[in-house]
């Protein structure tokens, strides 16, 4: 089964994908994420991308699809969820492309709606584990033991470079004039379900098992 979660920074993403891949072993592929193991590791696409996440702004179609093909080939068998891509017109073609050449065909899209006015506290107030990626919440998600990584025992956390109020502002206004316009391609195929993802993480992750189970 292959999946779409969509909804602007904040939304939950990231956090309902960790669910899924330690649930039902399913494989996230987060173009963020790639994207930030790419600046880190000094590619060629790390390089274009830097200055370009910094802003907020949109990395090239042409390095997002190529990094979800290389993820595809890499091996999904149980299964892909797309975290952050799509994220225009051109990236739905690419992913068409991308999926059909491999016989594979998308399943679902989730779209988590959310109360914008809520999601810059969620993602200013965002870190995570620097050692084993853990995702922690200033106010919603703190480990067990201040200061100690839940699942590593690691002490060391970091702050995404683009996590500021000034960037989401600009993420949040690419997310409603670029991004949102694709849930309309979706529908049009009738793979679209929208779930209110300003319940808690629990109440939202059990929304998303009974779509992915044929109940939601
Ligand atoms: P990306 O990394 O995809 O960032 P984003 O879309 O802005 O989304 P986030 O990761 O900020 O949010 P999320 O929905 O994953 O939320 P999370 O689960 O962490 O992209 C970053 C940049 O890379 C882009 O700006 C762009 O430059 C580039 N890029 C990436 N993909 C691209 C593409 N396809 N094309 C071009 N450029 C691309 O949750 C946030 C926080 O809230 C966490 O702390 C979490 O603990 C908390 N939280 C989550 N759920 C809840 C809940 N239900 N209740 C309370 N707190 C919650
Ligand atoms: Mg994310």
Do not use: W
Not at 38 to 46: Q, Y
Not at 57 to 79: F, K, P, Q
Not at 143 to 171: L, M, Q
């Amino acid at each position: 089964m292959n999946i779409i979660l969509l909804g602007p920074p904040g939304a939950g993403k990231g956090t309902q994908a960790a669910r899924l891949v330690a649930e039902r072993g399913m494989v996230q592929l987060s173009t963020g994420d790639m994207l930030r193991a790419a600046v880190k590791a000094g590619t060629p696409a790390g390089l274009q991308a830097k200055a370009v996440m910094e802003r907020g702004e949109l990395v090239s179609d042409a390095i997002v699809s190529a990094l979800i093909g290389e993820r595809l080939d890499a091996g999904c068998a149980t299964g892909a969820i797309f975290d952050g891509f799509p994220r225009n017109g051109e990236q739905v073609a690419a992913l068409d492309v991308l999926l059909e050449e491999r016989g594979q065909k998308l399943d679902h899209v989730i779209e988590l709606e959310v109360d914008e006015a809520a999601l810059i506290e969620r993602v200013v107030g965002r870190y995570t584990c620097g050692n084993c990626g853990t995702g922690y919440h200033d106010r919603f998600k703190l480990p067990a033991t201040e200061g100690v990584c839940d699942v590593c025992g690691a002490t060391e956390f970091k702050r995404r470079p683009d996590d500021n109020a000034e960037t989401v502002s600009t993420r949040m206004t690419i997310y409603r004039g670029e991004t949102a316009p694709i849930l309309p391609l979706y529908e049009a195929r009738g793979l679209v379900t929208r779930i209110d993802g300003m319940g808690e993480m629990d109440t939202v992750g059990t929304h998303i098992a009974a779509i992915l189970d044929g109940e939601g």
